[in-house]
């Protein structure tokens, strides 16, 4: 009994039906990058009061800020091929809490740009 199993398991995994090797995963890959849209990820680590003040007060040329309210800076700056990312410092306890989301292109920017920043409690931005 336990040979006939086997044997059957292995027919099943060598006949080839797979969802990976189908004409339809074909074309979902070759087209996603075009149907799905990655606005990257979110990063978010803890930081010491002095580097997190040296990185507002000194910040690179292509950085703009989008934010300055009491509690809250966020940062917007635009890499040479055309990525975005917005970076956020708040207070968190002894230190500086900074986030950085980055999104692929300027497009991407505009779509979920708004809702990041809201979920970062930014209540408005220009």
Known sequence: MGRIFSI???????????????????????????????????????METLPAWIEREFPSEQQELLASEEDLEVWKTTSRNGQITARMFRPAGNGVESCSHTFKNEKDWELHGPAVLSDWGLTHHD
């Open 8 to 46: 059957a398991l292995l027919g099943l995994l060598l006949s080839g039906c797979s969802v990976y090797k189908s004409a339809q995963r074909k074309d979902f890959e070759k087209n996603s990058p075009n149907v799905i849209t990655v606005s990257a990820q979110t990063y978010c680590q803890k």
